[in-house]
């Protein structure tokens, strides 16, 4: 509904015939058929097919109603009496054909009335007298037959906006419009029949008004235009509109009736739909030269050639067609470009803005012609490469003055070729070539552009991330939004040292490059991406930087982006324009749709140094109980005499199934120092001999066969035993026996394993303490695991059944010939016996033994020495 309204300082809308869609019904949620709103001040009855007012619903604090695209048919006096606060009525596209004269006595504070496009025969001047407060009145495209306003429209001294007429006013009279003349409009538009019959000059001669739109078509009347044009001469406008000036028919008159063009006043002139062909256009323009119109907008023109014109090869006949700006949109032919031929009215144009005229070629001489454009937007066509950028073309020193060249919205696919086209425009600074197919690599590569250009817009084009090293470098702006780009290449923005804002909206862009240097960026966007991390770390080499725009990213919830928002929130030197509705977690799945700013892990799990600090001292605690339990509970005691009687049953089964069948006399030789012998015969006697199953034990104490050397009985006893076990402490190192007993424990041991060999600790012995000639012992303790007698009580029953598993379970021994018991008994008493006595050392006792005379007292001396020394040996346990 172009036509209709006329704001300020804006492009006059003529489209009074035209027709607008009705929106599609909103949903009432209050059970009746408008939908209240803003308080009770509105309400929003549009398109509910309504034939009637419901004021039954309507609260009679409503300023607002709007009831059009319905089926009203009259407006009653009880439709709006019980709103004395309306403002705003709007009752356009009904079938509305009467008007009581008292519908609107109750609405004294009515601004905004329109009644546009219904069917009213006559206007409603007695219904519209009681609204002196009247701003803006919308009544044309009813069914009038006249224009003449009544005499009481002189008393809308608040008029602002009237738009008036229909398709049965015939043409105007020189009073129809007497009651505005003392009003000051801001807009004045009306509409007449499609085939006009008369117009008497001065009709429009009263009207004062900014913005003058016609919607009348002279097909059938083109003089009356000059007497038009010449009722607005000498005033000033914002903005003239014609409308359909010639609907039907393209004129072929041979007089000028743009004539009067020439004692207007106006900022802009424009012709909205018609028919034109370059005679009647280049009477426009040759108007247009001589006037101070400064803009020109042909729209929705329907251009053709005029069949009696005849190019004569002369010259253009428009050379001086000084404008701020010309629109050429919707144009049927771009023929109207080169109209004669030429392009010479294009040279004095500063803004030149041609869109969807379709055009698909730019001559040569175009290009050369434009000296004069500093702006020119040639968006929405179907420009291709090879039709804006012609390498048979000369462009040096073409578009001298252009600054901001705009071809968004084509089929462009090279950035090379666009680069070459504008090498030459000295003063280029600003592209735009938005809505294109640039960023290929391979149509993106060796781009030579002007060192001025400062603004590149190129959004919604495809680009590859090596395309990025084809743009200028010089910009400070560069809007590379929706270009499909799924990384960025940094070398590119190392390069553009001038860059302050730049817009990455809506790719694909899958992580943020950390170290990204842009030492003079101001401003990034970001948002619409697919990373879904973000740290300050990436902005840290963009010092400037205090705008970012992140969101609707499919963020992972991490102490990272925690980290990151709590950082970027208490420095305040990045502003997150976008924060906090548009950042929401997309992961983990428990957080999804979860905006950020409620997301708040605890700090223990996001501070490690903290993390670090728990686990260190938690580690420590928990060290250090083990340890206090381990030192209460003698746990690792335990654990290694455990460890002792496992390896000593693993040998027993080892030796078992090697198939050892040996029998032997004793199951264990015991070899001690006379310091022990308490020990021995307290604890370790009756442990292992005082039970169900018994070991047979060798001590020298009672098993030493007397009479024999004692070499001899130490020699055979350890042969006759199983195992031999050492009773190791400080006094046993002093006994010279010792040495020998381990030494024969030894033999004993070749080519078999040392598993026979126990050393029982009984105190603590240091290895390292023992003199050199106790090497065996010294090695022994070093390589063989002992057993160590506990001072605890609590801890001697492991201590024995380790000894139990070391010896193994008691088996059957055999008999010897002659026990120590017997020989004893059976020997008179002039027998010499020797038996090791209290202190280490053989006695003597008178027997009836003639050949133990002969003992030479040497062997007895040394006998008695060497039984003096005798003390346990330590024994290793395998």
């Not at 219904?127 to 002189?154: I, Q, V």
């Not at 009672?702 to 020699?715: L, Q, Y």
């Not at 009984?762 to 390292?768: F, G, L, Q, R, V």
């Not at 801890?795 to 018991?821: D, I, M, N, Y």
């Amino acid at each position: 509904m172009i036509w209709r309204l006329m704001s300020f300082s804006a492009l006059l809308a003529g489209a009074l015939a035209s027709t607008t869609p009705a929106p599609s019904p909103a949903t009432n949620t209050e059970g009746g058929p408008c939908r209240i709103h803003n308080t009770g001040r509105s309400a929003d009855c549009l398109g509910r097919q309504l034939d009637h007012v419901p004021w039954g619903q309507l609260p009679s604090t409503l300023e607002d109603i709007d009831l059009s695209y319905n089926k009203l048919r009259a407006v009653s006096v009880n439709d709006f009496r019980r709103l004395p606060q309306l403002r705003v009525l709007q009752l356009q596209y009904n079938n509305i054909s009467r008007i009581d004269d008292d519908a609107f006595t109750y609405n004294p504070f009515l601004e905004h009335l329109d009644i546009f496009n219904n069917s009213l025969e006559e206007i409603p001047a007695t219904a519209l007298k009681p609204l002196s407060n009247l701003k803006r009145l919308f009544m044309s495209n009813n069914l009038y037959k006249n224009a003449t306003l009544a005499a009481d429209f002189s008393k809308f001294s608040k008029l602002q906006i009237l738009s008036m007429g229909g398709p049965l006013v015939m043409g105007l009279k020189k009073g129809d419009f007497e009651p505005l003349r003392n009003i000051k409009l801001q807009g004045f538009a009306i509409k007449c029949s499609s085939n006009l019959i008369y117009y008497e000059p001065g009709s429009l001669e009263v009207i004062q008004t900014w913005n003058m739109g016609f919607d009348m078509a002279i097909d059938q009347q083109p003089n009356t235009l000059p007497h038009m044009l010449n009722d607005l001469a000498n005033k000033t406008f914002g903005t003239i509109q014609f409308r359909n000036l010639f609907e039907f028919m393209y004129y072929t008159g041979d007089e000028d009736i743009f004539q009067g063009l020439e004692n207007i006043t106006a900022r802009r002139l424009i012709f909205h739909r018609g028919k034109f062909n370059e005679n009647l256009l280049r009477m426009a323009l040759t108007n247009l030269q001589v006037t101070p119109i400064k803009r020109l907008t042909l729209q929705y023109i329907d251009f053709a050639r005029s069949p009696t014109f005849v190019d004569s090869g002369a010259g253009s006949s428009i050379t001086n067609l000084e404008l701020d700006k010309l629109d050429l949109w919707y144009i049927s032919n771009p023929d109207v470009l080169r109209f004669d031929w030429r392009f010479t009215w294009f040279n004095k144009i500063r803004q030149l803005s041609i869109q969807y005229v379709y055009f698909n070629s730019v001559p040569c001489d175009a290009w050369v012609e434009m000296e004069g454009v500093q702006v020119l937007d040639v968006s929405n066509n179907r420009l291709e490469n090879s039709f804006i950028f012609n390498q048979r073309c000369e462009y040096r020193s073409t578009m001298p003055n252009l600054h901001t060249f705009n071809v968004s919205t084509n089929t462009l696919t090279s950035l090379k070729d666009l680069s070459a086209l504008t090498r030459e425009f000295q003063r280029l600074s600003v592209l735009d070539c938005s809505n294109n197919n640039f960023g290929s690599a391979e149509e993106s590569r060796d781009c030579v552009w002007k060192q001025n250009i400062s603004r590149v817009i190129a959004h919604h084009n495809q680009f590859v991330s090596e395309a990025l090293h084809c743009l200028p470098t010089t910009v400070e702006f560069l809007d590379l939004s929706y270009c499909n780009l799924d990384q960025l290449d940094m070398t590119y923005f190392e390069k553009a040292t001038n860059l302050k804002e730049l817009l990455l909206s809506g790719n694909k862009i899958k992580y943020i490059p950390s170290h990204w240097k842009s030492p003079s960026l101001q401003s990034l966007a970001l948002d619409g991406n697919s990373f879904g991390l973000i740290s300050m770390e990436s902005f840290q080499d963009m010092p400037q930087l205090s705008r970012l725009r992140a969101g609707n990213n499919p963020y992972h919830c991490t102490c990272e982006l925690h980290a990151f928002i709590e950082d970027t929130m208490s420095t305040g030197k990045v502003n997150l324009t976008d924060w906090p509705e548009n950042f929401k977690c997309y992961h983990p799945e428990a957080f999804l749709n979860t905006v950020i700013s409620n997301y708040l892990p605890g700090r223990v799990a996001c501070d490690i140094r903290l993390v670090i600090v728990i686990c260190v001292a938690t580690t420590a605690a928990v060290i250090l109980i083990l340890m206090v339990i381990c030192y209460i509970f003698d746990i690792p005691w335990y654990t290694k005499a455990t460890y002792q009687i496992i390896r000593a049953k693993y040998r027993a089964h080892k030796e078992k199934m090697t198939g050892e069948t040996e029998v032997f006399v004793y199951h264990a030789f015991i070899s001690y120092s006379h310091s022990d012998a308490e020990w021995v015969r307290d604890q370790l006697l009756p442990t292992l001999e005082n039970n169900r199953n018994p070991y047979r034990l060798c001590i020298h104490e009672r098993d030493f066969m007397p009479g024999k050397w004692i070499i001899d009985n130490i020699i055979e006893n350890i042969e006759n035993s199983r195992k031999v076990i050492f009773v190791l402490s400080r006094h046993f190192v002093n006994s010279e026996w010792c040495n020998y007993e381990l030494y024969f424990a030894q033999q004993r041991a070749m080519g078999k394993t040392f598993s026979d060999v126990i050393l029982v600790v009984k105190e603590p012995i240091d290895p390292n303490s023992l003199p050199s000639k106790y090497c065996k012992l010294k090695k022994m303790l070093s390589t063989k695991t002992y057993l160590e007698w506990p001072q605890q009580v609590k801890q001697q029953a492991f201590f024995w059944e380790q000894l139990r598993s070391v010896l193994g379970k008691p088996v059957q021994t055999r008999e010897r010939l002659h026990s120590a018991k017997s020989i004893t008994s059976s020997v008179g008493a002039e027998s010499v016996i020797e038996l090791p006595v209290e202190d280490g050392r053989p006695a003597t006792r008178q027997a009836k033994v003639d050949g133990e005379k002969q003992l030479r007292k040497e062997d007895v001396k040394r006998n008695e020495n060497e039984m003096t020394n005798l003390r346990p040996i330590p024994v290793a346990v395998a």
